[in-house]
């Protein structure tokens, strides 16, 4: 800033500094560089919040390689579905994501076969049209599935709310693992459902 000479001055501003920056000049050095470093400022700021980890999701991995991840929102439970090797009937497993830990929440059964039925003490049972299902399980697992991927007559399958992997077909005795995560608004753009390569 500079001092304007009191015979310029408008009346009672006499001494007092004035912007340097007149309307239609460029602008002065300070002013630029302060324009630049607040430019900066949002920008880094807008890339951290899409860089943040905040949206919930599973990950996916064969073998330790990541195939892909399945967007799972708070309270939404996923599924692991499967027929029964020795019965050849179908279970499913309700696992809800609880803390950043998996915890069993239900299983239904057609019928209670080799491996299969309610633990005393560990949630109640209720039938339901053709499925006996266990409720109320509350069973944790740790902050890691991992699945020994059966034969396509086996028919392994996760499901979320809004999409299912077959995983049987190309992952036979393969050992498949599921963990909860948090993704960044970048790469939950991008999720798409896993598809896995036979």
Excluded: K
Excluded at 34 to 52: D, K, P, Q, R
Excluded at 120 to 130: L, N
Excluded at 149 to 174: I, Q
């Amino acid at each position: 800033m500079t001092e304007v000479p009191a015979r310029d001055a408008a009346p009672g501003t006499a001494g007092r500094p004035r912007p340097t920056h007149v309307p239609g000049e460029p602008l002065g050095r300070d002013v630029r560089t302060a324009l630049a470093a607040t430019v900066a400022a949002a920008v880094l700021a807008a890339l951290a919040a899409l860089a943040w980890p905040v949206h919930p999701a599973l990950r996916i991995a064969d073998e330790g390689a990541v195939i892909g991840h399945l967007p799972l929102a708070a309270e939404e439970v996923f599924t692991i579905a499967y027929v029964h090797s020795i019965d050849g009937l179908p279970i499913e497993e309700d696992i809800a994501v609880r803390d950043g830990r998996l915890v069993v929440d239900a299983t239904r059964i057609r019928q209670f076969g080799a491996g299969m039925g309610q633990i005393p003490g560990e949630g109640r049972g209720r039938a339901d049209g053709r499925w006996w299902v266990i409720e109320d399980m509350n069973r944790d697992i740790g902050t890691e599935l991992a699945i020994r991927v059966g034969s396509p007559a086996v028919d392994h399958r996760l499901r979320t709310p809004g999409a299912e992997v077959r995983l049987s077909p190309c992952l036979t005795a393969h050992r498949v693992t599921v963990e909860p995560v948090r993704l960044s608004a970048l790469h939950f753009m991008n999720v798409r459902t896993p598809a896995p390569e036979c």
